[in-house]
């Protein structure tokens, strides 16, 4: 029997983070206290009105297949959302629900990039944006944002990488993994350019609208002479800390809701019905609980930075939306700790892991090479202590 996987299936990497994740959970089985800072994941409870309200529809037996798109009920609620805090009007029928917003953002690239289209990313860029792009049978396009240019595009590097065969352009504000987060000036500025290309579509992933720092969240979306051609991301995941419902929607013109649609129904159809309840619930009621966490990351968003740039080799900046801290480490390359000699952040994060016990993940897997990311969704204390552990560790190199 031949065990050759698909090409299509060769060309993926696996997850980085969820990599570095497992090797963490192998190291605390075997007894090592290990502090994870590699996943992506609030670490609060999903509020308890939320999960009544999940509770309730349970008892109230949505326990049956839900339309492809999603509970129109949920669906007008995501309209309501988006005109109240956001200023975007939508109808329900150009919303779809579907398991997360990591398959929203899959869908609409896979139902809108084809082979020969070009996709946009600006690195450092989430780990799963160009594999989705190599899924589509399209090819990513990487923009190199450095931490001097608090990783953000500017429009002249945007310009510089449209070509005729570019379809898209993956915007992500506030960002993972850098936290940084796109003023409404500086949406301007690249909505500007795009304007003259007129098959480019935004997908603007804004799964981390809520934890910012800066104010007002800045949607590329709400500039009238683009609004044809974006794709709205977000979801339940990060803002309600509900990553486990798998909840995410896109907002989009109805032409591509309609192709995701399509798609969607073919192979996942909607999503859980009592999730759907729940974030409906989410959605449309008391909002407080989005608000203390937020103010609980930032808290710790000024404890890690404060921490990190106490530490001799690292370069910080400030990030100003989620919940990531995104260093610069090029200065330990080619340091060494007896044998062990760290080459990349990859080894660095490896020996973070092993030798100081706190999973980080290296920037090779978001397109930065010279970065590593942590996640300061966890506790006070245990940032703390994972920063001891880094400096620590750190100071070993020589």
Known sequence: MQTQLSDRMNRLAPSATLAMSQRSSELKAQ???????????????????????????????????????????????????????????????????????????????????????????????????????LLAEGTPVYVEATIEQDFKITPQQLEAAITPRTRALILCSPSNPTGSVYSREELEALK??????????????????????????????????????????????????????RIGFIAAPEWIVKGCNKLQGQYTSGPCSVSQKAAEAAFAGPQECVEEMRQAFERRKNLIVRLAREIPGLEVNDPQGAFYLFPKCSSFFGK?????????????????????????????????????RMSYATSDENIVEAMRRIKETLGRLR
């Open 192 to 245: 500007d350019v795009l304007l003259r290309h007129e098959r480019v579509i935004v997908i603007a992933d804004e799964i981390y609208e809520h934890i910012n720092y800066v104010g007002r969240h800045a949607s590329i979306a709400q500039f009238p002479d683009i609004r044809e051609r974006v794709v709205v991301i977000n979801g339940v995941s990060k803002a309600y800390a509900m990553t486990g419902w």
């Open 336 to 372: 060494a700790d007896g044998d062990r000699v760290i080459h990349n952040s990859t080894d660095l994060a490896m020996y973070l892991l092993e030798v100081g016990h706190v999973a980080t993940v290296g920037g090779d897997a978001f397109g930065s090479p010279e970065c590593f």
């Open 31 to 133: 007894g090592v206290d290990v502090i994870n800072m590699s996943v992506g994941e609030p670490d609060f409870n999903t509020p308890d009105h939320i999960k009544e309200a999940a509770i309730q529809a349970v008892r109230d037996n949505y326990s049956r297949y839900s339309p492809v798109p999603g509970y129109p009920e949920l669906r007008k609620a995501i309209v309501e959302k988006l005109r109240r805090e956001n200023g975007l009007e939508y109808s329900p029928s150009q919303i779809l629900c579907s398991n997360g917003a990591k398959q929203s953002v899959c869908n609409t690239l896979m139902a809108l990039v084809g082979a020969g289209d070009e996709v946009i990313i600006p690195a450092p860029y989430w780990v799963s944006y160009p594999q989705m792009v």
